[in-house]
């Protein structure tokens, strides 16, 4: 069974998510908060499995809460649950090291599928936002990699996995993989070995990082 804690700051929504979830044999949903800083703690108390995480919420917002999160080294899945899609709001969750994002329109068996990916470490995305994520590659061009994901590259480098990386990041696992599917498009490979090659001839990596 699954356990759920749900983060959202509307009450009505709260006691929704409950009765569906509790509707179900693979899920339990073993607390509820109302803001960041509140799920943060509540996190810390239950170690749910997967947190269901509104972004905009009072005292403290969803991307904070998931980074505060990370920096705890508290291990449950984020899935976020919005009504927002746009760059603003899907990015900078991402970032911090949500796992999967949805919207609240989503269908009820497509979230219980999303959480149970989530509890796996797996990445769901609503359509819209895995369209935004891949704007996002293309509008920072070719060959153009940010400061995060040069230190995913590094590390990759260096030998470490995908959960190495996270650890030393404080991010999730499913971000680090996020991060190397934006490397591999804008390096234009298919892998980590020729990831690493086009670091190093590209000026990425400087002699001495790769871990033979």
């Not at 927002?84 to 970032?95: F, K, N």
């Not at 989503?106 to 959480?115: T, Y």
């Not at 995305?125 to 895995?130: C, E, I, K, N, T």
């Not at 369209?131 to 990759?156: A, S």
């Amino acid at each position: 069974m699954i356990s759920v804690l749900v983060v959202d700051d509307h009450p009505v929504v709260r006691d929704g998510l409950r009765g569906m979830f509790a509707a179900d044999t693979r899920f339990a949903v073993i607390g509820e908060a109302a803001d960041g800083a509140s799920a943060v703690s509540e996190a810390e108390r239950l170690r749910p499995d997967v947190i269901l995480m509104d972004l905009r919420m009072p005292r403290m917002d969803g991307v904070a809460a998931i980074r505060a999160l990370a920096e705890r080294g508290i291990a449950s899945h984020v899935l976020v649950l919005t009504t927002y899609d746009t760059d603003s709001d899907v990015l900078p969750a991402i970032e911090a090291g949500a796992t999967g994002y949805l919207l609240k329109d989503a269908p009820r068996e497509e979230l219980f599928r999303a959480v149970e990916a989530a509890a796996g470490g797996q990445s769901t995305l609503a359509p819209s936002v895995a369209t935004r994520l891949l704007g996002q590659v293309r509008r920072t061009g070719p060959g153009t990699l940010t400061q995060r994901e040069r230190e995913v590259l590094e590390l990759v480098a260096q030998g470490s996995t995908n959960r190495e990386a996270a650890q030393r990041l404080f991010v999730s696992e499913a971000t680090v993989k996020t991060h190397l599917l934006h490397i591999y498009a804008k390096l234009e490979v298919n892998d980590r070995a020729a990831a690493v090659a086009a670091g190093f001839s590209r000026g990425y990596l400087a002699p001495g990082t790769r871990n033979d």
